[in-house]
């Protein structure tokens, strides 16, 4: 089939190079505009733009997909099929009718569970132990197109956002050859999905990436998880704002949470106060419902490091309560800690 492709992101790179190594002959590449990106703000490419470009296929950056400017440019490419990863545009109906077999989409999640712009970290937040990739024909919902052919996978406990965005990318890239073959063999599953199943994944602000401490140590745990590689978990510290790329449970009845609880570091039972802070136990606080090992942790201006590590350069005392905002500024008083800085992508 003649196909032209619509991504942006690093998790859909898989699926185009698994398109172009197919039988399939991509026409074209669309994806969004290059933007500024990182510390120093520089103009860079999409992911999906850097691997096009390698491989010599024609790429199309518009700032908006407006019928009257590029209608006759999609017809022109004769196109069978449009397959469609991560794009970031929402498309018309004039668009969605071009193709003869439709628009593919490849979701990385079971629908339809977990519609929407992120499905991987709702998995991971909802302590979901299976997830996976549905390939579906887009309509004019928010992912609520018939379901063709899906792939599950277990998530493996501890498990980022990152690392699992990784590998339902590589599945993705086999999954969407797969349909495609079969809607040109005439044979593609296709199944409405059950509208009173659907949940949501929306789109991730930077203050959903907050620490709760009155949260249990497990949820929280899953929000770290989830948060990995971005927008990052954080929390307010004495110290500025603690950005937390991984963390663990420290289990009741455990060597390690017996160890923590003897020692008897803290005061009271408050959510977010630390109970430990050396290099035998690492940085341990309290949450909502058990304990919480900050196991990598990141201070502005400074390095992502090991808690131990950390603990060496910075005077952390038990009894230190942390999530807690802090205090309006007065004439004098030392300036406010800023907000955790968004990862360079």
Same mark, same amino acid.
């Given at each position: 089939m003649r196909v032209l492709f619509a991504g942006t992101p690093a998790f859909a790179v898989p699926s185009l190079e698994a398109l172009i190594a197919s039988g399939h002959e991509v026409v074209g590449? %669309?994806?969004?505009?290059?933007?500024?990106?990182?510390?120093?703000?520089?103009? !860079?490419?999409?992911?999906?733009?850097?691997?096009?470009?390698?491989?010599?296929?024609?790429?199309?950056?518009?700032?908006?997909? %407006?019928?009257?400017?590029?209608e006759g440019a999609i017809r022109d490419l004769n196109v069978d099929a449009v397959a469609i990863v991560a794009y970031?545009?929402?498309?018309?109906?004039?668009?969605?009718?071009?193709?003869?077999?439709?628009?593919?989409?490849?979701?990385? !999640?079971?629908?339809?569970?977990?519609?929407?712009? !992120?499905?991987?970290?709702?998995?991971?937040r909802s302590g979901d132990t299976v997830t996976g990739i549905t390939t579906m024909l887009i309509d004019e919902g928010v992912d609520t197109g018939d379901m063709l052919l899906r792939d599950e996978i277990e998530i493996e406990p501890g498990e980022t956002a990152g690392e699992l965005m990784a590998r339902l990318g590589a599945i993705g890239g086999a999954l969407l050859v797969e349909t495609l073959d079969r809607l040109e063999q005439g044979d593609c599953p296709r199944e409405a999905q059950d509208h009173a199943l659907a949940t949501h994944a929306p789109m991730i602000e930077k203050d959903d990436a907050r620490i709760d401490w009155t949260q *249990?140590?497990?949820?929280?745990?899953? %929000?770290?998880?989830?948060?990995?590689?971005?927008?990052?978990?954080?929390?307010?510290t004495p110290h500025g704002i603690m950005r937390v790329l991984r963390s663990a449970l420290l289990l009741p009845g455990t060597e390690e949470a017996n160890a923590v609880e003897r020692e008897g570091w803290a005061p009271?039972?408050?959510?977010?106060?630390?109970?430990?802070?050396?290099a035998k136990s690492g940085l341990v606080l309290r949450s909502g419902?058990?304990?919480?090992?900050?196991?990598?942790?990141?201070? *502005?201006?400074?390095?992502?490091?090991?808690?131990?590590?950390?603990?060496?350069?910075?005077?952390?005392?038990?009894?230190?309560?942390w999530g807690e905002p802090a205090a309006p500024e007065t004439p004098g008083s030392p300036e406010t800690p800023e907000s955790p800085e968004t990862p360079a992508t």
């Open positions: 590449v %669309l994806t969004m505009p290059d933007r500024r990106r990182g510390r120093g703000r520089r103009t !860079s490419p999409s992911p999906v733009k850097e691997c096009a470009v390698a491989h010599g296929i024609p790429i199309h950056q518009p700032d908006k997909l %407006l019928r009257a400017e590029w970031g545009k929402i498309l018309r109906r004039w668009f969605l009718d071009i193709p003869k077999h439709g628009c593919v989409n490849v979701h990385a !999640s079971l629908l339809p569970k977990h519609r929407g712009p !992120s499905p991987i970290e709702q998995a991971i *249990p140590a497990l949820v929280i745990d899953r %929000l770290v998880r989830a948060m990995n590689p971005r927008p990052i978990a954080w929390t307010e009271g039972e408050k959510p977010g106060a630390v109970l430990a802070a050396d419902k058990g304990l919480l090992r900050l196991v990598k942790v990141q201070l *502005p201006g400074r390095k992502a490091m090991p808690d131990t590590v950390l603990l060496r350069g910075l005077a952390i005392e038990p009894g230190e309560v």
